[in-house]
């Protein structure tokens, strides 16, 4: 990834059916992708989502963008998930 250009290759997604899978690769580690924004491309508006995976929570967080100052996003939390059902695997 050049992030200079923002030149990608997604190696990481698939497609199976009429689902998109995408992977976050290690979000923790400095250069690490660490958001995915998911827009809607139709006949109706929808605000887009931000879906990112917050490690001191352990939790899943998504985030919805309503207009901000010059036409940036201002994204606020409206869900967060757990990321393993309760679960911690690593002490199991």
Same mark, same amino acid.
């Given at each position: 990834?050049?992030?200079?250009? @923002?030149?990608? $290759?997604? $190696? *990481? !997604? /698939? +497609?199976? #059916?009429? *689902?998109?899978?995408?992977?976050? &690769?290690?979000?923790?580690?400095?250069? !690490?992708?660490?958001?995915?924004? +998911?827009?809607? $491309?139709?006949? =109706?508006?929808?605000?887009?989502?931000? +879906?990112? /995976? @917050?490690?001191? =929570?352990?939790?899943?967080?998504?985030?919805? !963008?309503? *207009?901000?100052?010059? #036409?940036?996003? @201002? &994204?606020?939390?409206?869900?967060? +998930?757990?990321? =393993? @059902? #309760?679960?911690? *695997? =690593? $002490?199991?």
């Amino acid at each position: 990834m050049n992030r200079e250009t @923002n030149d990608v $290759t997604i $190696t *990481e !997604a /698939y +497609i199976q #059916g009429d *689902e998109l899978y995408i992977d976050l &690769w290690y979000p923790d580690e400095e250069d !690490a992708i660490k958001r995915l924004v +998911i827009g809607l $491309t139709a006949d =109706r508006y929808a605000r887009d989502i931000r +879906i990112s /995976y @917050n490690m001191i =929570r352990d939790v899943w967080v998504i985030e919805c !963008a309503d *207009e901000g100052d010059f #036409g940036e996003p @201002n &994204w606020n939390e409206v869900a967060c +998930i757990p990321a =393993r @059902n #309760g679960k911690d *695997e =690593r $002490t199991a």
